[in-house]
């Protein structure tokens, strides 16, 4: 833990690299519909991290991967610590998932892409004020019907 940034950045990889305690956290911040399809027995710690340069001295993200119930594949948990509100939120986002599919790709034979949940965990004290989809930030005409299938 001495390379984390802050204490909440401690407290958040001493907590949340527990497993069984990653599980709790997921299974409520997911939709019952997304969360009943993990195997959560199967939760697991995987290496790595996704940030940019830039970001490194403000980052604190864990990734895990869990069994899809009944299916052959995985589900990649990332967790992103953040104690601000970040209008470019859903797009670091994007970017994260990019490089997790990017390194399966590299890593494996799957035919298949593995189904990336991003999840933010969040603390201030207005709570999360800003958009939390990546089709928002293009602005309301981007939400025409003629342009959001694009």
């Known amino acids: 833990m001495a390379d984390a940034k802050s204490p909440h950045d401690s407290l958040f990889k001493k907590v949340f690299s527990n497993a069984s ?34 970001l490194v001295s403000s980052h604190s993200d864990l990734l895990f991967s869990a069994n899809i119930k009944q299916t052959r594949g995985l589900i990649y948990c990332l967790f992103e610590h953040q104690s601000s509100v970040d209008r470019w939120m859903p797009l670091r986002l994007l970017k994260y998932v990019l490089r997790i599919l990017d390194r399966h790709i590299e890593t ?12 933010v965990l969040h603390h201030s004290d207005t709570g999360w004020t800003a958009s939390t989809t990546i089709q928002a930030l293009f602005g309301p005409h981007a939400q025409e019907a003629a342009f959001s299938p694009f």
């Not at 997304?34 to 939760?43: A, G, I, M, T, Y």
């Not at 494996?108 to 999840?119: A, G, K, N, R």
């Open 108 to 119: 494996t034979h799957d035919e298949f892409l593995p189904i990336v949940l991003p999840v």
């Open 21 to 54: 305690h990653s599980a709790a956290a997921l299974r409520t911040a997911l939709p019952l519909a997304v969360s009943n399809h993990v195997d959560w027995q199967s939760l697991s710690l995987e290496p790595g991290s996704f940030v940019d340069e830039h």
